[in-house]
């Protein structure tokens, strides 16, 4: 009998914790490019939106394969933490920015659904999307969704030509109210524990720069326990109260209690304007002409403080290895930190992008509600 039981609980011990992995592989240069030409734009707008938000894809950073219809479509997609919207560039995209993209087919497909509602994704008043609601089988890694609402891209902006996809991964929906991929997915899979981490590799492989694996968290990737914050509840986006911010030992660069929102699409670490200010002027950063970006003197990198993010009484700390960059090749550092007014109508203060998210495994928890940091393991 409780031979049986064990055997039972092993086999659901096992089932639970079903790992689904995929690979991830960094978008080069986009970001580069666009941060010498200074072009902030999109990124801000994400957050300091009117219209619904979505994401910024110029600086879209990691990215990863997904499958549309049957037979399977193939595409490259941001799975991004900061919006909720799963599209895909449609086939009826007739503009010039679509000509050379990889496009969804419906008639292709045996699987997919019609449905035609008109969506709007809006990129801060500056720059759009539209397209209309199909349904269609969406698979990763393996594990395929059925009957999920996406939609199919006819204008868009431009964003290079990398990326033609996005799976928005939101706690809740941010803009459009339409069932969002993961919670179809943990719907249809039961077997699979609701949650998902990210780990980003310090060093590529080569083949790889990172995983997302769907289920949980792989002890492999970390030592010790996961430190857990609460999201915020009712409200968009994977989103936590943020106490303090201390540079060096004291150092306070916040103003009172503030939130922020861990985003997998985002590339740097973004904070208010004034205090990010704040920071630059204490490591010695100054802008360079005619752009908004900064630098500071390479030989000073290494005695740079430490910046403290205390949520909920625990440091989450990075160091100057893990919020400056070197290149190498042109002896220029760089802090790795944008700036933004804070967005009053969406509550953000901060966003951890993915500096962050390298430095700490990175667990976003359906089921409970909450984002787990784990120190990586050696
Ligand atoms: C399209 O999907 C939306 C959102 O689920 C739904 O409300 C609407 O009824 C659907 N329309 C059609 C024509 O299937
Ligand atoms: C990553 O690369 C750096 C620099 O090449 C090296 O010092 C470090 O040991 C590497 N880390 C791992 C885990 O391979
Ligand atoms: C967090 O870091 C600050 C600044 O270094 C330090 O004063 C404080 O004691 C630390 N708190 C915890 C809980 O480690
Ligand atoms: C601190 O926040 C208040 C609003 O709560 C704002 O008026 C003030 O300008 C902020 N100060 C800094 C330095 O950002
Ligand atoms: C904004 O976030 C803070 C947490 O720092 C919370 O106390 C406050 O209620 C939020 N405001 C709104 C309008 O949601």
Known sequence: MFAKIFTLLACLALVQSELIRVPLKKVKSARRATELNGKRQSLLGKYQSSAPTSANLKDAEYYGEVSFGTPPQTFRALFDTGSSDTWVISSQCYEFDCLFQSKYTAELSSTHKPNGTHIDMGYGG????????????????????????????????????ILSSLIGLSYKPVSNQVPMFMDNLFAQRTDLTPAFSFYLFKNSTGEYDGEMTIGGADPKYYKGDFKYFKVLENQPFWKLKIDKVILGSSMEVSNGSRTVVVDTGTDNMIG?????????????????RNSNYYVF?????????????????????????DYTAEDVQSGVCQPLFDTMDEDVENNISWIFGSPFIKKFYTQFDLKNGRVGFAELAE
């Open 297 to 321: 003197d390479c030989s000073k990198r290494s005695s740079l403080p430490d910046i403290n993010f205390v949520i909920n009484g625990q440091n989450l700390t990075l160091t100057y290895e």
């Open 126 to 161: 500056m720059e759009s999307m539209s397209g209309f609601l199909s349904s269609d089988n969406v698979e990763v890694a393996g594990v395929t969704v059925t009957d999920q609402l996406f939609t199919e891209i006819t204008d868009e902006m431009t964003f290079g030509d």
């Open 272 to 288: 208010p304007t004034k205090l990010i200010n704040k920071v630059y002027e204490t490591i010695g950063a100054t802008p360079v």
